[in-house]
Nanobody, 122 residues
Framework: QVQLVESGGGLVQAGGSLRLSCAASGRTINNIVMSWFRQAPGKEREFVARFGRRNINTYYADSMKGRFTISRDNAKNTVYLQMNSLKPEDTAVYFC???????????????WGQGTQVTVSS
C-alpha cells in the first residue's frame, strides 16, 4: 500500500510560481510511477504530468509544457511539481497519483493523495 500526501498549494497572483510536493510512504518512489492531476470546479479531473515507467522520462499535458516541471528526490521519497507563469485557469485541486512499476496500463492509477488547493488570482 502506498500513501501520498500533497502540500504546497496556496493563493498566488497570475504570473507567479508555486512548488507542490507529494511525499510517498509505504513504497519507495523508485518502484512506483508518480504523476500529477488536477480538478477545477465543475470540471473533470485532468492529467498534468508524470514520470515514465522507468522513472526517467517525463510527460506533460500540452497546456502545461514549458510552464510546469515534475521532478523527484529519491532520498526524500518525494515528487515535486514546479509551476511557473501561473494563470487563473490553473486554479484547481492538484492531486498526486501513483501506480506500481509492474502495472503496464498507462491509465491505471491505484493510489491518490487528498489533494492540495491552488488558486491563481488575476
Amino acid at each position: 500500500q502506498v500513501q501520498l500526501v500533497e502540500s504546497g498549494g496556496g493563493l498566488v497572483q497570475a504570473g507567479g510560481s508555486l512548488r507542490l510536493s507529494c511525499a510517498a510512504s509505504g513504497r519507495t518512489i523508485n518502484n512506483i510511477v508518480m504523476s500529477w492531476f488536477r480538478q477545477a470546479p465543475g470540471k473533470e479531473r485532468e492529467f498534468v504530468a508524470r514520470f515514465g515507467r522507468r522513472n526517467i522520462n517525463t510527460y506533460y499535458a500540452d497546456s502545461m509544457k514549458g510552464r510546469f516541471t515534475i521532478s523527484r528526490d529519491n532520498a526524500k521519497n518525494t515528487v515535486y511539481l514546479q509551476m511557473n507563469s501561473l494563470k487563473p485557469e490553473d486554479t484547481a485541486v492538484y492531486f498526486c497519483a501513483a501506480r506500481g512499476i509492474e502495472v503496464l496500463s498507462l491509465t491505471q492509477w491505484d493510489y491518490w493523495g487528498q489533494g492540495t488547493q491552488v488558486t491563481v488570482s488575476s
